[in-house]
């Protein structure tokens, strides 16, 4: 333990400290060496130590949801780490793994009160410094969890949204469905199929249905009101989670994205000789119930493509 009070004296905590309070707190410190990339303890796991890097780099890692391990804090030679075992009898909230290969001071919470107890006037000190960086991090630790935050909900979008067309996808649609029937929230449910879609990716190509497919989605998006879910069902399959049981509204909707389908200009979308079509079919809950509701819209839809497609047909 040669020159440790010299390390002492250059560690944040202590540098209010008097050269003999220093060496009061010799006795209660011990010295622990570790390779490169040991654990010097995980996330999760409970801990009584505050550390202090006597030489090398130690850094503090945090789990991610898809588990990977985020860097979120860098500690070289005076810094501390560690400190929340000092106070709280929780578990640690970090990993910390050791960089390169390094020497650390370990302070135990134990040892910690007694210097409190004992030498009174050094743990004063030290409490203000530590509080001081302590409160210094967490304003670094501001910016970091606004862009968790921000993180999580990409990712909670990314669960959500269907990447191709920009809508909500078909888990989506399962549990706002489920969640409306089991709140009895009332609902139309329109079951939206593009017409002779296999012939347009058989005589054009995948990439022109693609183009349909897309241009129809822009269609519905701006003919469909903001609080109704439109979801990718299926490939060219769509549906759109009517907020309300005003069937006579769902259909003048409904009938509105049908013509506004039949305008596209097919042209454009690499097809000649071709108009784009939609068939609908509609149920409303609860004028049918939860166990009935999506037959029903799907017989609606069948009915629609019977009667030879490009129509609105409402479930009875």
């Known amino acids: 333990m040669n020159g440790l009070s010299e390390l002492l004296s250059k560690v944040t905590i202590f540098k209010k400290l008097t050269q003999d309070e220093i060496l009061q707190l010799v006795p209660f410190l011990s010295q622990k060496d570790y390779a490169k990339d040991s654990v010097i303890f995980d996330e999760g796991t409970y801990g009584s130590e505050l550390f202090i890097v006597a030489s090398g780099e130690v850094a503090a890692f945090i789990q991610m949801p898809d588990n990977t391990l985020r860097e979120v804090a860098h500690f070289t030679a005076g810094d501390f780490f560690g400190d929340m075992a000092i106070f709280e009898n929780d578990v640690r909230s970090a990993t910390c793994i050791a960089q390169t290969n390094c020497t650390l001071l370990s302070l135990t919470a134990s040892s910690f009160f007694t210097i409190i107890s004992s030498h009174p006037s050094a743990a004063i000190k030290i409490m203000y410094d530590m509080l001081t960086v302590i409160s210094q991090r967490l304003m670094k630790t501001g910016s970091f969890l606004t862009e968790m935050i921000q993180w999580g909900e990409a990712a909670r979008k990314r669960s959500i949204i269907d ?29 939206v199929d593009l017409d002779y879609f296999r012939k347009i990716n058989e005589e054009y190509s995948h990439e022109v249905g693609d183009r349909a497919i897309l241009a129809i989605v822009d269609v519905l998006k701006n003919t469909f009101r903001e609080t109704d879910a439109l979801c990718r069902y299926g490939g060219d399959e769509f549906a759109v989670l009517f907020d309300g049981n005003d069937v006579a509204h769902a259909y003048k909707l409904a009938e509105k994205a049908r013509e506004s389908v039949n305008e596209i200009d097919c042209r454009k979308l690499g097809m000649d000789n071709f108009k784009l079509s939609l068939s609908m079919g509609i149920a409303a809950f609860p004028t049918f119930d939860r166990d009935t509701v999506r037959a029903k819209a799907d017989e609606a839809l069948y009915s629609a493509k019977e009667r030879g497609r490009n129509c609105v047909v409402t479930a009875q």
């Open 163 to 191: 990447e191709f067309t920009g809508v909500y996808n078909r888990s989506y649609f399962e549990d706002t469905i489920t969640l409306k029937m089991t709140q009895e929230k009332p609902f139309c449910l329109i079951m």
